[in-house]
């Protein structure tokens, strides 16, 4: 298994400006996803941060709105870009090594809230 | 396109009491199907998977699920649960053909009342 840690745990920000979310995974993996859960809701795949290449975006999500690094294999960002009200939610982020079944470990999430 | 099922937005329960949370999964696919577990303030615990073999399958904290590929279900249970176990619970399949994507269900709120 591995541990991932999030930073922030928590943020509130105004509106028009743009939050880095880091993820550091304690062991090297091939792949880091980033979802988001807004209120009372389930998670939603944002998009799969592979090592060394650009990340791919689920439908909905564009890189300029939710621009994503992957610089090694244990370490990712998501920056929330012009934040609106409605980018309050909890951003999580996971991780996989191997192959199938791709199991997902989880990080703790960040709640932000935007005003 | 896979869906998941997760009939039960909230169940409530008393201490000590057995309960079933109930998955139901669409695919054309054979998939993988995992029960995660979201306690407050915090992020997803795999609780057990289902990858091949035996249907009934068990999982941390008391936890167990049966896999019923004829009714695509794949019911979570605890014979007897405690106020630790109130949390949200998400079902969740990936397609067996190596797609690492997880479809999760909507969440099942399980609320143990002493």
């Known amino acids: 298994s591995a541990v991932i840690s999030q930073k922030p745990s928590r943020d509130i920000c105004q509106r028009g400006t743009s939050l880095t979310i880091q993820c550091q995974v304690d062991s090297q993996v091939t792949m880091m996803f980033w979802y988001r859960q807004q209120p009372g809701q389930s998670l939603t795949l944002i998009a799969t941060?592979?090592?060394?290449?650009?990340?791919?975006?689920e439908s909905g999500f564009v890189i300029d709105k939710f621009p994503i690094s992957r610089p090694n294999l244990t370490f990712s960002t998501l920056t929330v870009s012009n934040m609106s009200p409605e980018d309050s939610s909890i951003y999580l982020c996971?991780?996989?090594?191997?192959?199938?079944?791709?199991?997902?470990?989880f990080g703790p999430g960040t709640r932000l809230t935007v005003t | 396109a896979q869906s998941v099922t997760q009939l039960d937005s909230q169940v409530p329960v008393f201490e000590e009491a057995p309960v079933e949370l109930r998955c139901n999964y669409s695919s054309s696919v054979s998939v993988y199907l995992f029960w995660y577990v979201q306690y407050p303030n915090q992020g997803l615990q795999l609780l057990l998977k289902?990858?091949?073999?035996?249907?009934l399958v068990k999982g941390i904290n008391g936890f167990e699920a049966e896999f019923n590929k004829s009714q695509t279900s794949f019911h979570l249970r605890k014979p007897s649960v405690h106020i630790s176990d109130t949390a949200e619970y998400f079902c969740?399949?990936?397609?067996?053909?190596?797609?690492?994507?997880?479809?999760f269900g909507s969440g099942t709120r399980l609320l143990v009342r002493p």
């Open positions: 996971s991780a996989t090594s191997g192959g199938p079944p791709y199991e997902q470990y």
């Open positions: 941060a592979n090592q060394g290449s650009e990340a791919t975006y």
């Open positions: 969740a399949v990936s397609r067996m053909d190596s797609s690492y994507k997880l479809i």
């Open positions: 289902y990858l091949s073999g035996s249907t």
